[in-house]
């Protein structure tokens, strides 16, 4: 089973996300604050990570050394934030982050992007 975290200040977009995922063959968990995704991280790793609107934290090399940490299952990371300047998206990109996309964006354009990850995480095993 797959783990997937949903980082989001915003109470109802975190759930209005996990609820358009919670079909999927994964266990899905919310958390309010990047402090709060990397404690449950550290307990036990997830395979995708859901960071919205708190893009400027994600641009912490820490943050997604910690994500990475262990090597043998090296964790997925999208980032939905507001439009930012380029410069910012480059950086994030060089940090690790995978996909970034901005807000507003279609909860089933995620759900497939998050599928398709999931396939091709299964394919490469």
């Known amino acids: 089973m ?3 975290l949903i980082v989001s ?6 759930k209005a996300v ?3 995922l919670n079909d999927l063959d994964a266990c899905v968990e919310c958390a309010d604050t990047v402090g709060a995704m990397l404690v449950l991280h ?3 790793p997830f395979d995708l990570v ?3 609107g708190t893009a400027a934290e994600m641009c912490r090399q820490e943050v997604m050394d910690t994500l990475r940490a262990d090597k043998t299952r090296r964790t997925r990371v999208f980032v939905i934030s507001w439009p930012q300047s380029e410069q910012m998206v480059r950086s ?3 940090m690790g982050v995978n996909q970034y996309m901005t807000l507003p ?3 089933h354009r995620l759900r497939r992007k998050v599928i ?7 394919k490469w095993k």
Do not use: K, T
Request: hydrophobic content about 45%; overall charge negative.
């Open 18 to 20: 996990a609820f358009s």
């Open 50 to 52: 859901i960071v919205m």
């Open 92 to 94: 994030m990109y060089r």
């Open 105 to 107: 964006v279609s909860l």
């Open 9 to 14: 200040e915003d109470f109802v977009l975190r």
């Open 2 to 4: 797959y783990r997937i």
């Open 42 to 44: 550290r307990e036990s």
């Open 116 to 122: 398709n990850e999931l396939i091709d995480r299964e």
